[in-house]
Nanobody, 121 residues
């Protein structure tokens, strides 16, 4: 069984940057694709980015492509989301996810509890 713990969220001004981290426990981390999803108030949880087990492939939502970068360090059981050029519409709770290399919530096996990101205008 796995556990995911996010950190690095906070309040930032438009155009600023944040780096989210997700520490994973359990023996399955290196065998699982990882991803980030987000949920804004009143909206459904949506896909942000995903990375394969080896880290060789990544995929992004169109809304964050070119601004966000997902990466992982299997030696540290940690996945990261570097967020640059942040916009107010990026404001949401960001969730770390473990499962398949997919954009679908139904392919996620484990979820973290989330970390709040707020971008002020």
């Amino acid at each position: 069984q796995g556990q995911l713990v996010e950190s690095g969220g906070g309040l930032v001004q438009t155009g600023g940057s944040l780096r989210l981290s997700c520490a994973a426990s359990g023996r399955t981390f290196s065998r699982a694709a990882m991803g980030w999803f987000r949920q804004a108030p009143g909206k459904e949880r949506e896909f942000v980015a995903t990375i394969t087990r080896s880290g060789s492939s990544t995929y992004y939502a169109d809304s964050v492509k070119g601004r966000f970068t997902i990466s992982r360090d299997n030696a540290k059981n940690t996945v990261y989301l570097q967020m640059n050029s942040l916009k107010p519409e990026d404001t949401a709770v960001y969730y770390c996810a473990s499962g398949s290399y997919s954009t679908s919530r139904s392919d996620i096996e484990y979820w973290g509890r989330g970390t709040q990101v707020t971008v002020s205008s």
